[in-house]
Structures are given as structure tokens and as C-alpha cells.
């Protein structure tokens, strides 16, 4: 675990992910995460998840691993005094209630500001803090929904899809990560701190890379497009971006420009060691292609070709290859797959962390990051 954040006491007033996802970050940076917990029950608004009678537990201990536990009740005036004296000697608070509800309790940035000039009060929220939606209370569908990745996700005949795992809150959470580290920074400045707003639906946009600016560009809305790639074809023609191999899927598209052509020629290459390549793909002059004014009859032969030629490979034979022939390829992972992917485990991604609520150990990712030199707190 870094200790970027040595120094800093981080306290989380947050539930269900995004928060977490955020506070989570910040102990991974070395930050001291207080978690607020109710007295009964602790944190009860833990996962939907009720397949496995353990699964709250475990979903719950990788959402705040790295964590402390105090149990408040901020209903009661004894309760308030233990949290503004705890919020004294802190630098951060990160909550993610309902809109207005700390503001109720008399605990909003405004408040607490005045107790602790140099406290960041961050503040998760579906819609932010401002705006005609402010009001609303939001859940990760709805934060897909509003932000527009449901509309370009799924099969291009069905209906919008929702994303699993939720990258809604947990894009959030990042955001909102980035927001508390740029106000500790200002803070080493001027001594003051601030108030740091993120919104749900704005932290999905980034999520959607190209699709926010689409429009700009072609005057078109992206859509739906399932398994293939669109927006590289002036035609309109669509490229397969997953395909199924012997025991899984890979990805892999036919691409344009100098790395592309590199690509799609060692992989034509490789079907003509196997005895699976068509002439006409042989024939192809990879210096001048280009992928942007294949027509759809074009794409549709040359995808016809290449798919019976990936149904022959396994995952690990397809990764091999593409690394050795310097291909744009990669197997498309399981969790399996990345319990024992040897990347992660070189980084030292992994950690056994004991789960007494479980009866066992359980295995967490920890090593996000790897940072030369701490980021000293100011007294």
C-alpha cells in the first residue's frame, strides 16, 4: 500500500459504492479512512447481492478494505458533539446521503467549515448539489440511464443495457478521487479547504469516450452496436471487435493506419501457416489499405474468413501468438482469468486479507499504483 497520503484522516460517511469506491482509493493511497457506521447493524446498505449467504460480507470488505469503524448516532445531540470533534482533527469528510440530509442535521459544508477551515467536505451525489435535478435521489441505474451509457450499450436490436459491474458508482468514485486530491493540493497552497461536488450522471460521461462528441463530428448518434466497432468506416460498415474462441472470446479488429495494417497482416499470416487463408485476403496490399472505405460486402467477407480461424485457438494459444507476431489482440478476461493473470501478480495486485465475518481468508486487489516519493501532509 502507498503512503502517499500518510498523515491525512480521511472520514467516510458513505454507502452502497461510489463512495466506498472513493474512500477505498484513498486508504489505498495511505490515507487514515475512518468509516461512520450506524450503531445497529453497521453499514446496512451494503449489495442487492443475496445469492450466497456471505456475499454482503465479502462485497462489503472489498469496498473498504484498509479501513477503521466508528459507530455513530447522528440523531442524538451526544452523537453530533462525538462527530464535530472527530471532524476537528480531520482533513477529509466524504458522504454520499441523501440531498439535503446532512444540511438537516445541521452538519453541512457550511457548518462545518466554520468548525474546521482546512476540512474538505466531499460531497457524491446522483445529480450534485445544483442544477434543476439537485432534489432527486439516484441510483446507479439511473446514473446510466441519465448519463447515456445504457443507450449505447447492448445488442444493436435490443433494448438499452444495463453495465455490470456499475460503473456509475464506481467511475464516480474515481472522479471524486481526483476532485479530494486537487483540493488537498490547493490546500498545501492557501490552507484553506473546499468544498468538492461530484455528480453520478456527469461521472459516467467520461465512461462513454467517444460518444458525448459524436454528434459534433458525424451529425449522427451513436448506437447500440453489441460486439462490433462503429464510427471507423465512412460506409457505415461496422467491425467485429469480439470474437468466441475454442473456450471463451477474444478481441481483435481489423484496424487502419501503420499498427493496423502491421496487425491485420501478421494475422493473415498466421492463417496462411494453418492453411486458413483465402486467396483474396492473401491478396490484400496491407501498405495502401485502408479500413475506412471498405465497403460492407468487403468487411463481411474478411470477418467470415477470420472467425472459423479463432474457433481453432484457445485464450492463452491467441494471447501467445498475438504477443510473439506483435498483433492488436487480447483474450477478453474472466475473473478467472485475472485471479491468475501473471501481470497482476508481478505487480503485486493481490493480497490475502483475513475476513473473521467469513470464516476465512479472502483475496483483495490492493496494488493500483506505485508512487516514487510520499505527498507530505501540512499540519
Same mark, same amino acid.
Given at each position: 500500500?502507498?503512503?502517499?497520503?500518510a @498523515?491525512?484522516?480521511v472520514?467516510?460517511?458513505?454507502h452502497?459504492?461510489?463512495?466506498p469506491?472513493?474512500?477505498?482509493?484513498?486508504?489505498?493511497l495511505?490515507?487514515?479512512?475512518?468509516?461512520?457506521?450506524?450503531?445497529?447493524?453497521?453499514?446496512?446498505?451494503r449489495? =442487492?447481492?443475496?445469492?450466497r449467504?456471505?456475499?454482503?460480507?465479502l462485497?462489503?470488505?472489498v469496498l473498504n478494505a484498509?479501513?477503521?469503524?466508528l459507530t455513530?448516532?447522528?440523531k442524538?445531540e451526544?452523537?453530533?458533539?462525538?462527530?464535530r470533534?472527530?471532524i476537528?482533527?480531520?482533513?477529509?469528510?466524504?458522504?454520499?446521503?441523501g440531498p439535503?440530509?446532512?444540511d !438537516?442535521? @445541521?452538519?453541512?459544508?457550511?457548518?462545518?467549515?466554520?468548525?474546521?477551515? !482546512?476540512?474538505i467536505? *466531499?460531497?457524491?451525489?446522483?445529480? &450534485?448539489?445544483?442544477?434543476?435535478?439537485?432534489g432527486?435521489?439516484?441510483f446507479?441505474?439511473?446514473?446510466?440511464?441519465?448519463? &447515456?451509457?445504457?443507450c449505447?450499450?447492448?445488442?444493436?436490436? &435490443?433494448p438499452?443495457?444495463?453495465v455490470?459491474?456499475?460503473?456509475?458508482?464506481?467511475?464516480?468514485?474515481?472522479?471524486?478521487t481526483i476532485?479530494?486530491?486537487?483540493?488537498?493540493?490547493?490546500?498545501h497552497s492557501?490552507g !484553506? /479547504?473546499?468544498?468538492?461536488?461530484?455528480?453520478?450522471?456527469?461521472g459516467?460521461l467520461?465512461?462513454?469516450?467517444?460518444?458525448?462528441t459524436?454528434w459534433?463530428?458525424?451529425?449522427?448518434n451513436?448506437?447500440?452496436?453489441?460486439?462490433?466497432?462503429?464510427g471507423r468506416?465512412?460506409?457505415?460498415?461496422?467491425m467485429r471487435n469480439?470474437?468466441?474462441?475454442?473456450? /471463451?472470446?477474444?478481441?481483435?479488429?481489423?484496424? @487502419?493506419g501503420?499498427?493496423?495494417?502491421?496487425s491485420?497482416?501478421?494475422?493473415?499470416?498466421?492463417m496462411?501457416?494453418?492453411?486458413?487463408?483465402?486467396?483474396?485476403?492473401l491478396?490484400?496490399?496491407?501498405?495502401?489499405f485502408?479500413?475506412?472505405?471498405?465497403?460492407? !460486402?468487403?468487411v463481411? =467477407?474478411m470477418?467470415?474468413?477470420? *472467425?472459423?480461424?479463432?474457433l481453432t485457438l484457445?485464450?492463452?494459444e491467441?494471447m501467445?501468438?498475438?504477443e510473439?507476431?506483435?498483433m492488436? @489482440?487480447?483474450?477478453v478476461?474472466?475473473?478467472?482469468?485475472?485471479?491468475?493473470d501473471?501481470?497482476?501478480?508481478?505487480? &503485486?495486485?493481490?493480497?490475502?486479507?483475513? *475476513?473473521?465475518?467469513?470464516?476465512r481468508?479472502?483475496?483483495?486487489?490492493? /496494488?493500483?499504483f506505485?508512487? *516514487?516519493?510520499?505527498?507530505?501532509?501540512?499540519?
Amino acid at each position: 500500500m502507498s503512503q502517499a497520503l500518510a @498523515g491525512i484522516r480521511v472520514i467516510d460517511m458513505t454507502h452502497n459504492q461510489a463512495g466506498p469506491a472513493c474512500t477505498q482509493m484513498l486508504a489505498f493511497l495511505g490515507a487514515d479512512v475512518i468509516k461512520l457506521e450506524e450503531p445497529k447493524g453497521g453499514d446496512v446498505a451494503r449489495t =442487492n447481492m443475496r445469492d450466497r449467504p456471505d456475499s454482503d460480507s465479502l462485497f462489503f470488505l472489498v469496498l473498504n478494505a484498509n479501513k477503521r469503524s466508528l459507530t455513530l448516532n447522528l440523531k442524538t445531540e451526544e452523537g453530533k458533539a462525538l462527530f464535530r470533534q472527530v471532524i476537528a482533527k480531520s482533513d477529509v469528510l466524504v458522504e454520499n446521503f441523501g440531498p439535503g440530509a446532512l444540511d !438537516r442535521l @445541521g452538519l453541512g459544508w457550511r457548518g462545518l467549515c466554520e468548525l474546521n477551515p !482546512r476540512l474538505i467536505y *466531499a460531497t457524491i451525489k446522483g445529480f &450534485g448539489t445544483y442544477g434543476p435535478y439537485s432534489g432527486f435521489k439516484s441510483f446507479e441505474p439511473i446514473a446510466q440511464a441519465m448519463g &447515456g451509457a445504457m443507450c449505447v450499450t447492448g445488442r444493436p436490436d &435490443g433494448p438499452p443495457t444495463y453495465v455490470w459491474p456499475s460503473i456509475g458508482d464506481s467511475g464516480t468514485g474515481m472522479h471524486m478521487t481526483i476532485g479530494i486530491l486537487a483540493a488537498l493540493q490547493q490546500r498545501h497552497s492557501t490552507g !484553506r /479547504g473546499q468544498h468538492v461536488d461530484a455528480s453520478a450522471q456527469c461521472g459516467v460521461l467520461p465512461m462513454l469516450v467517444h460518444a458525448p462528441t459524436f454528434w459534433e463530428m458525424a451529425g449522427v448518434n451513436p448506437m447500440r452496436a453489441g460486439a462490433f466497432l462503429v464510427g471507423r468506416n465512412v460506409n457505415g460498415a461496422r467491425m467485429r471487435n469480439i470474437w468466441p474462441c475454442r473456450d /471463451g472470446f477474444v478481441t481483435f479488429a481489423i484496424y @487502419g493506419g501503420s499498427a493496423g495494417r502491421l496487425s491485420n497482416r501478421a494475422l493473415v499470416e498466421w492463417m496462411a501457416e494453418k492453411g486458413m487463408a483465402p486467396d483474396f485476403l492473401l491478396a490484400i496490399d496491407w501498405d495502401t489499405f485502408e479500413v475506412a472505405t471498405m465497403t460492407h !460486402r468487403e468487411v463481411e =467477407n474478411m470477418e467470415a474468413a477470420i *472467425a472459423p480461424f479463432f474457433l481453432t485457438l484457445t485464450k492463452r494459444e491467441f494471447m501467445e501468438q498475438t504477443e510473439a507476431r506483435r498483433m492488436l @489482440g487480447y483474450v477478453v478476461a474472466t475473473a478467472e482469468d485475472i485471479a491468475a493473470d501473471p501481470q497482476l501478480k508481478a505487480r &503485486g495486485v493481490w493480497t490475502d486479507a483475513d *475476513a473473521p465475518e467469513l470464516g476465512r481468508a479472502v483475496r483483495l486487489p490492493v /496494488g493500483w499504483f506505485r508512487l *516514487a516519493a510520499p505527498l507530505q501532509a501540512t499540519q
